[in-house]
């Protein structure tokens, strides 16, 4: 999708949307901070842990659940980083 902004408009643009990275990627390093507390309690990795989960072969305790919303959070950061970075190298 090609949007048609003024040039003097993209640098204000640009701030915004690098603000955001950061944003992001302060998110990102917090989540990962909480999955690790987890992988240490439960010596899983969060990969081991979501296939685990994921077939069913886990309880349903409440860390699991919190545990398994970081993996999912994370992933939808991520993605949210990679198209603002995205968006940012385009300009």
């Not at 989960?53 to 939808?76: A, H, M, N, P, V």
């Amino acid at each position: 999708m090609d949007v048609a902004i003024s040039e003097d408009v993209v640098p204000v643009v640009k701030d915004s949307i690098n603000r955001e990275i950061v944003l992001l990627e302060s998110k990102i390093n917090l989540l990962k901070s909480e999955m690790k507390k987890f992988e240490e309690k439960y010596k899983l990795t969060s990969r081991e842990f979501e296939d685990k989960f994921d077939s069913g072969k886990l309880d349903d305790s409440q860390d699991f659940f919190e545990w398994w919303g970081l993996i999912r959070g994370l992933k939808t950061l991520k993605d949210k980083l990679i198209k603002a970075r995205s968006v940012v190298t385009y300009w």
